[in-house]
Nanobody
Framework: QVQLVESGGGLVQAGGSLRLSCAAS????????MRWFRQAPGKQRELVAF???????NYIDSVKGRFTISRDNAKNTGYLQMNSLKPEDTAVYYC??????????????WGQGTQVTVSS
């Protein structure tokens, strides 16, 4: 029953900003680690950002200083703030989260993906 619904993608000019959202719905006991991936045409899916429940975060070198991962636990929603966007950031972005449902164990869930296109 758990679903991750992504939103916030779109077309933006180079240097602009977008905030992606990843909203979890269903019977959720706890959301643990959360990740954002992206996949460009002809490329393998790559990990962009990783955030722990404790608030620590790690980013791929190409987005450090520009992207920020965060979450609102009360809303069961994760975010990826993307600033100073470059054409190289163009990709489909996917959220992924480790979620525990009541009476069960931790599983990984994926969002449906949202397209980010950065024009020059």
């Amino acid at each position: 029953q758990v679903q991750l619904v992504e939103s916030g993608g779109g077309l933006v000019q180079a240097g602009g900003s977008l905030r992606l959202s990843c909203a979890a719905s269903g019977s959720i006991f706890r959301i643990n680690d959360m990740r954002w991936f992206r996949q460009a045409p002809g490329k393998q899916r790559e990990l962009v950002a990783f955030g722990t429940t404790g608030g620590s975060a790690n980013y791929i070198d190409s987005v450090k200083g520009r992207f920020t991962i965060s979450r609102d636990n009360a809303k069961n929603t994760g975010y990826l703030q993307m600033n100073s966007l470059k054409p190289e950031d163009t990709a489909v972005y996917y959220c992924n989260a480790d979620i525990i449902i009541p009476g069960s164990y931790e599983r990984s869930y994926w969002g449906q993906g949202t397209q980010v296109t950065v024009s020059s």
